[in-house]
């Protein structure tokens, strides 16, 4: 490049820009909150290198039909995306390509451990 146009590109690759570890952590907290239907409040994020990339730990609780209700209708497991199991494995992914979207940050993988559960009424919780 040369003239104007490669003054321009240089002037966007000066500098640093970083994202402040609180920062990249309130982005996890609220996107495992939507993943798994609780509150920003409730989710504990850590983050570690992993060969260069960062790896993201989360632990939370996950939202969950009545029981009483499970008994009257299994298919209402159905209604809150499948078991615990699934939903977490799915969550996974999604907090990853949701924290990488909003960051611009790419994470090596997130790791989540479920710590209860908050009962909840109503159906899918996305």
């Keep these: 490049m040369s003239g104007a146009a490669g003054a321009v590109h240089a ?3 000066a500098g640093h820009t970083r994202i402040s570890t609180q920062a990249l952590t309130s982005v996890a907290q609220a996107a495992a909150a939507e993943a798994l239907g609780v509150t920003p409040q409730e989710v504990r994020a850590e983050w570690t290198d992993d060969d260069g990339l960062l790896a993201l730990s989360l632990v939370a609780p996950i939202t969950v ?3 009483t209700a499970l008994l009257r209708d299994p298919g209402r497991i159905a209604g809150f995306g499948g ?4 939903r977490a494995v799915a969550a996974k992914a999604d907090i990853l390509r949701r924290v990488t979207e909003l960051s611009g940050v790419r994470l090596s993988r997130v ?3 479920i710590s209860g559960a908050s009962v909840s009424e109503g159906g899918r919780v996305h």
């Design 11 to 13: 002037a966007a690759r």
């Design 65 to 67: 039909p009545p029981l």
């Design 83 to 86: 078991s615990i199991w699934d």
């Design 111 to 113: 790791d989540i451990r």
